[in-house]
């Protein structure tokens, strides 16, 4: 196609033209806007600057805010409250620790910002004690959230809003006497003659061997007329973070208890929050009354336990408000993008009298989820029902906590974990041996008949019942004890075992950072989690690979390997392997076929399972490897024995029924 360029050029000069003529009529209706000055038709989208960035410089008295200029507000401070510190990290001179954690306060809000607890480390590379159990976080418009902070309040009949989150707080008092420490804040809220109507107090109050901060709100009417409050804001735990990088375990939790005594504990994941933040509401239950609320990890926890009143029996100041779950920021923590936390609403039932007050009590568990601790310490609290939803959904409780107080009796003997998985392997193997040896027994008599058994398939084709009645008259006939069944009973027997030790294993914590191999060693160091032979962070990676069926892989793992190993030579050496290839070839097939298929299921399940667990399973198989041998040869003894004093017995038997040989006579002497 020919091109016109005379009239191509001539198109664009008249573009240009046109596009200049446009920018310079615009520029002169709508004239550039100098920097710093507001746009006066589109408004201004920068979120509001977070209050910890509002804080007040020391000397400087903040702004009060209020919604009406001749309301009340709250009292400024002079100036922000030093941090404080209860508790301490530091063991005593007989290496325990007293003090279960260090509470830092922040001064702005009264609340502590973090928690550090003295008896673990976060890493096992750790060289000190600390692990940051609540941390400081930020909400999704950036601003800064802690532990048990006051939100938004409203009074009955005011319209104001009153801010008790930060920079309305002064320190009243700080007492550290043996055995607890205390520390008081206190808020004020003003008339418009800047006189106190609502005093808003918060004590904390930490003891030695408690792991248990007690905080106690009060409110203090220091007016001539009754007061309300109609809501309060309650934050609860903020900054607990990922444990397990195999799968998210983080969730809030809510226990009530039913009428009839039976608990219910309704509980939201992590996960689900970020999928859908609508879902972070937990429903109460109806007729229920609330016993505590919290958040948990795999092994830690931090729940809320609100007081009733001296004359009640009932929390009734929050049993009418619901308590919302939502997720959080953790900038403070590298590798840790959200946490999650709960909050929940207080409301007077009854008007506060003039110059009255009125308090309301907490008890904030912070530490190890370990039922030894709640039974011991906090019993008849049911902390434990934390564990609800964890590891396995058909673990047996019962069995569960069984295999705890097993392990631990062992671990107190042997002083190891790792040894003490295997001494439980070699219980659980002697308990079970008769039922093995007779497993073992039936096995080999069932292969010696399995040409019988075909001739019976042949004959009777088509006619399954007939097969069966008659397959079992063989069996009794050859003192064969239950078929088929009891050469599995004991894998049946051991599939509890292995479901109950998998949570026991899984969400112990005392088998946290506890190794069958010192910590030097790099391999097998923390049997609660993945064996770890090569860690994906020694090429620079920071977050695990999410797999399909696998969940986070940050490791290669050499403990699933084996035991797939051991798997495999269970499979290829049991008896109804051999018994399958004798006699039927279809049969055979599908033995070679679960040859493999069921170590590689058995890789998928369990690649990213605790290393105790594992070392459980193969330590098991391959003494179940070793037992089967033993029987067999114990067996085949016992058979050639019998076979030889058969053969013995029969042989005399012939010689007394023979008839006996003439003896020849002596020769003839001649003389």
Same mark, same amino acid.
């Given at each position: ?21 446009? *920018? ?469 027997? *051991? ?177």
């Amino acid at each position: 196609m020919d091109i016109d360029w005379k009239r191509f050029f001539v198109a664009m000069l008249l573009c240009m033209v046109i596009m200049i003529t446009w *920018q310079t009529y615009y520029q002169k209706k709508h004239p550039p806007q100098q920097p710093g000055e507001p746009s006066p038709s589109v408004p201004s989208t920068k979120p509001e600057t977070s209050p910890a960035s509002r804080s007040p410089q020391p000397g400087q008295s903040p702004q009060i805010t209020t919604s009406s200029v001749s309301g009340w507000a709250l009292l400024p401070v002079e100036a922000i409250p030093a941090k404080e510190v209860l508790g301490s990290l530091d063991a005593d001179t007989q290496g325990s620790h007293p003090l279960k954690a260090e509470i830092t306060f922040d001064g702005s809000s009264a609340a502590p910002s973090q928690v550090l607890l003295s008896e673990f480390k976060y890493k096992i590379t750790d060289e000190k004690t600390g692990y940051p159990l609540l941390m400081p976080c930020e909400d999704e418009n950036g601003q800064p959230v802690v532990s048990f902070m006051l939100g938004k309040m409203k009074l009955s009949g005011r319209s104001e809003i009153f801010d008790l989150s930060y920079n309305c707080w002064q320190k009243k008092s700080v007492g550290k006497n043996d055995p607890s420490e205390t520390i008081t804040y206190v808020a004020t809220v003003i008339d418009n003659k800047r006189k106190p109507v609502l005093e808003i107090e918060k004590q904390y109050r930490y003891a030695a061997d408690d792991y248990e901060l007690h905080f106690d709100l009060r409110f203090v009417n220091k007016t001539e007329q009754d007061l309300k409050v109609e809501s309060l804001e309650i934050f609860g735990p903020v900054g607990i973070l990922r444990e397990d990088p195999r799968s998210e375990r983080r969730k809030v939790i809510a226990a009530y208890r039913q009428l009839d005594g039976e608990f219910k504990v309704p509980n939201v994941p992590l996960t689900n929050i970020l999928k859908n933040p609508e879902d972070g509401l937990l429903e109460k239950p109806k007729g229920a009354n609330l016993q505590w609320f919290g958040a948990a990890n795999k092994f830690f926890t931090a729940i809320i336990r609100p007081l009733p009143g001296t004359d009640k029996k009932k929390i009734d100041y929050l049993s009418k408000s619901s308590f919302n779950a939502q997720s959080l920021n953790t900038p403070e923590v590298k590798n840790q993008d959200n946490t999650i936390t709960v909050k929940t609403t207080l409301a007077m039932v009854n008007n506060l009298p003039a110059a009255e007050e009125r308090g309301f009590s907490f008890q904030i568990f912070m530490g190890p989820i370990d039922k030894e601790i709640f039974d011991k310490q906090y019993a008849g609290r049911h902390y434990e029902k934390v564990f609800a939803g964890r590891s396995c959904f058909c673990a047996f409780d019962a069995l569960t906590f069984l295999i705890f107080k097993l392990m631990k009796g062992i671990h107190f003997i042997v002083g190891n974990y790792g040894i003490a998985i295997i001494v439980l392997v070699l219980m659980v193997r002697f308990v079970l041996h008769p039922i093995s040896k007779k497993s073992q027994v039936n096995m080999m008599k069932m292969s010696k008949l399995g040409p019988k058994i075909e001739e019976i398939k042949t004959k009777y084709a088509g006619n399954k019942e007939e097969i069966q009645k008659r397959t079992m008259q063989v069996y009794k006939e050859h003192g064969i004890a239950g078929g088929m069944i009891l050469g599995c009973l004991p894998m049946m027997l *051991q599939m509890p075992i292995w479901i109950a030790l998998y949570t026991a294993v899984d969400a112990n914590v005392a088998l946290r950072h506890e190794g069958l191999l010192p910590a030097s060693w790099h391999w097998l160091t923390d049997l609660s989690a993945p064996d770890r032979l090569v860690p994906f962070s020694l090429f620079g990676v920071t977050k695990p690979y999410e797999l399909p069926m696998l969940g986070g892989v940050d490791a290669f793992n050499l403990l699933p390997i084996l035991l797939c190993v051991a798997m495999f030579l269970q499979t290829k050496y049991s008896p109804q392997s051999k018994m399958s290839q004798a006699t039927n070839p279809q049969a055979a097939q599908q033995q070679k076929m679960m040859l493999y298929m069921m170590p590689a299921m058995m890789l998928l399940f369990f690649y990213t399972a605790p290393s105790g667990l594992n070392l459980y399973i193969m330590a098991s198989t391959f003494g179940g490897l070793i037992e089967q041998h033993f029987i067999r040869k114990h067996l085949k003894q016992e058979q050639v024995q019998a076979e030889v004093g058969t053969v013995n017995s029969t042989a005399k038997i012939i010689s007394k029924s023979a008839p006996k040989k003439k003896k020849p006579k002596p020769p003839i002497k001649y003389s």
